[in-house]
């Protein structure tokens, strides 16, 4: 089947700076993506989403980019703080509800 | 709301034995997801459920797995026999569905180890 990936499997970053994780996908019929956050013992928590139809969508302090071209999603996390470190997934799905895994980026925030 | 609920949160278990797996998903989500989770194989969608009718089951790995969601609020995830393999982490999602919601709400995961 098809793969999302993460190009990365870890990011250290220090408090209060930004934060870039990336993830390639696949399959270029995908059109709705989904970033999760994931910290120790518990579930995967959302984050934001965005769908094919976007190249951007902002929230608070993240912002999710599409690029279709490259079939390239990334997460930018602003001023970077000691709660969010974790390991970020990013999922995809094309019409249904069968979403797709990455591998999972962890980030360590340094104070 | 108190989110996607998950029973136990822990199972230590022997080889051969019978484990079932409980969750009570989001009132209103009409979607629900069981899903695994390993170091070597990521998240790994096992099934999922439309109105309590069972959509995909092809992610489940074998015969001995087994999910069942009786009504709106409730589905198990029975192994029979276990096996020190199926030792993961466990979850339950719930979705609401419908165009624009297909976001998945996580529980919290049963830690399941065979030994």
């Known amino acids: 089947g098809e793969s999302v990936g993460l190009h990365l499997p870890t990011l250290s970053v220090q408090e209060g700076d930004n934060s870039i994780i990336n993830c390639a996908y696949s399959?270029?019929?995908?059109?709705?993506f989904i970033w999760y956050k994931q910290e120790s013992g518990k579930g995967p928590q959302f984050i934001i989403d965005?769908?094919?139809?976007?190249d951007k969508r902002q929230g608070q302090r993240v912002t999710v980019l599409l690029n279709k071209t490259v079939k390239h999603l990334s997460l930018q996390i602003a001023a970077t703080q000691p709660g969010d470190s974790a390991v970020y997934f990013c999922?995809?799905?094309?019409?249904?509800?069968?979403?797709?895994f990455g591998a999972g980026t962890t980030v360590t925030v340094r104070a | 709301d108190a989110g996607v609920i998950q029973s136990p949160r822990h199972e230590v278990t022997e080889m051969g034995q019978e484990v079932t797996l409980r969750c009570k998903p989001i009132?209103?989500?009409?979607?629900l997801f069981w899903y695994r989770q390993t170091m070597m194989r990521g998240l790994e969608l096992l099934i999922y459920?439309?109105?309590?009718?069972?959509?995909?089951d092809s992610g489940m790995p074998e015969d001995r797995f087994s999910a069942k969601m009786p009504n709106a609020s409730f589905s198990t995830l029975k192994i029979q026999p276990s096996e020190p393999r199926d030792s993961a982490v466990y979850f339950c999602?719930?979705?609401?569905?419908?165009?624009?919601?297909?976001?998945?709400?996580f529980g919290p995961g049963t830690r399941l180890t065979v030994l």
């Open positions: 999602a719930s979705s609401p569905g419908g165009a624009g919601t297909d976001t998945q709400y």
């Open positions: 399959n270029s019929a995908s059109d709705y």
């Open positions: 965005i769908r094919s139809n976007m």
């Open positions: 999922a995809e799905t094309h019409n249904d509800y069968k979403l797709s």
């Open positions: 009132s209103g989500h009409d979607y």
């Open positions: 459920f439309n109105n309590n009718v069972p959509i995909d």
